[in-house]
Nanobody, 121 residues
Framework: QVQLVESGGGLVQPGGSLRLSCAAS????????MGWYRQAPGNLRELVAV???????NYADSVKGRFTISRDNAKNTVYLQMSSLKPEDTAVYYC???????????????WGQGTQVTVSS
């Protein structure tokens, strides 16, 4: 009932910037937290950043000061502005949303298909 579609990934040189977007669509009551995770080959999926419906944010230590997460509640969209990119940021980035499908229905996590970010010269 909920779909998350990421966009904005691609190839960028070290020190460059990218802006990822994730739009939620479908049938639901509200979205609580939204976040970005990433997974490099052979590694576990790790949290990059999360933002609550009220705008509170949290970041992984490895990206703090370089990445900024934001959201537009009217558009049900979350963004990840990535600056000063490093080769170790190379990964598939996944959007996550904690969705309440109804007033009296429990929260469900949804995931996007992922978008590839490659940082290389």
């Amino acid at each position: 009932q909920v779909q998350l579609v990421e966009s904005g990934g691609g190839l960028v040189q070290p020190g460059g910037s990218l802006r990822l977007s994730c739009a939620a669509s479908g049938s639901f009551w509200r979205i609580n937290a939204m976040g970005w995770y990433r997974q490099a080959p052979g590694n576990l999926r790790e949290l990059v950043a999360v933002i609550t419906s009220g705008g509170s944010t949290n970041y992984a230590d490895s990206v703090k000061g370089r990445f900024t997460i934001s959201r537009d509640n009217a558009k049900n969209t979350v963004y990840l502005q990535m600056s000063s990119l490093k080769p170790e940021d190379t990964a598939v980035y996944y959007c996550n949303a904690a969705v309440r499908p109804g007033t009296f229905r429990p929260e469900i996590d949804y995931w996007g298909q992922g978008t590839q970010v490659t940082v290389s010269s």
